[in-house]
């Protein structure tokens, strides 16, 4: 993990969570994207840039709604400081679709955001799951893939 030379404007990320406290949300910016995580101002200081990740998928039912979890957990030496989760509707195509770029790329941009405090943190991850996101949605039979190929046409 460490510090991206990426940037995304304050402004977009306000926006982006006006009628949001809490979450997370992929972000588009110059055709690079971003998971941005709404923290309250304390969580911010737990995250640095020697800190270990893990990122794991967990596919459920909330209510009738199929639904795939991203969980990132932010550890030192096996300690957990944070966890970032992300909820998204395997029936939403736009979210599917920001989830699979936001995956292909060689690193995750991950971003801590304090809406209080107007601040943004954000992280470069090395990329090793996009193949475990394919694997998840083939649990709700999703080929994203094919779902990407047919709406780039």
């Known amino acids: 993990?460490?510090?991206?030379?990426?940037?995304?404007?304050?402004?977009?990320?306000?926006k982006k969570f006006n009628f949001i406290e809490d979450g997370s949300l992929v972000v588009e910016s110059d055709n690079d994207f971003f998971l941005i995580s709404c923290k309250d101002s304390s969580s911010m200081a737990n995250f640095q840039e020697n800190l270990d990740?893990?990122?794991?998928?967990?596919?459920?039912?909330?209510?009738?709604?199929?639904?795939?979890?991203?969980?990132?957990?932010?550890?030192?030496?096996?300690?957990?400081?944070?966890?970032?989760?992300?909820?998204?509707?395997?029936?939403?195509?736009?979210?599917?679709?920001n989830i699979y770029y936001f995956f292909s790329k060689e690193l995750l941009h991950v971003g801590i955001f304090s809406k209080k405090n107007k601040s943004l943190l954000l992280?470069?991850?090395?990329?090793?799951?996009?193949?475990?996101?394919?694997?998840?949605?083939e649990y709700f039979k999703i080929d994203i893939k094919d779902i990407i190929k047919n709406t780039n046409n």
Do not use: W
């Open 1 to 14: 993990m460490k510090k991206s030379t990426k940037n995304v404007p304050i402004s977009l990320i306000l």
């Open 53 to 97: 990740f893990n990122v794991s998928f967990n596919p459920i039912m909330q209510g009738d709604f199929p639904t795939l979890e991203l969980k990132i957990d932010f550890s030192k030496n096996k300690i957990k400081f944070e966890t970032i989760s992300h909820l998204m509707s395997v029936e939403n195509i736009e979210d599917l679709k």
């Open 123 to 137: 992280y470069d991850l090395e990329n090793h799951y996009n193949n475990e996101l394919a694997l998840n949605l």
